[in-house]
Nanobody, 122 residues
């Protein structure tokens, strides 16, 4: 299984970025998937998550600004990020296959990508 993120970069506050996560070895249609982020000196936390049958869910700080979507034909997960703020600066990780037993927003996912850096300047 491989998850490869792309699309990170540096933007000014108020700008937009779209992150992509190309999956291989699993189908984004058949597993819970989502995005985590880790800011410097902080723990990794869930940003946008979706299970197999439900709608996307977002952490409060990004709700209304970020949109998670999937392209089943390309087996790719996306995170459209609008109205970016300096506090969104972090390494963003694609995740798949929630293992259960813990809050899905704090971890215990089976597969992780290598991450892509997002830096938002004021």
């Amino acid at each position: 299984v491989k998850l490869v993120e792309s699309g990170g970069g540096s933007v000014q506050a108020g700008g937009s970025l779209r992150l992509s996560c190309a999956a291989s070895g699993i189908s984004v249609s058949s597993y819970s998937v989502g995005w985590f982020r880790q800011a410097p000196g902080k723990e990794r936390v869930g940003v946008a998550l979706i299970d197999i049958t439900g709608d996307p869910a977002y952490t409060d700080s990004v709700n209304g600004r970020f949109t998670l979507s999937k392209d089943h034909a390309k087996n790719t997960l996306y995170l459209q990020m609008n109205s970016l703020k300096p506090e969104d600066t972090a390494m963003y990780y694609c995740v798949a296959n929630f293992q259960g037993g813990r809050d899905r927003w704090t971890g215990n996912w089976g597969y992780w990508g290598q991450g892509t850096q997002v830096t938002v300047s004021s």
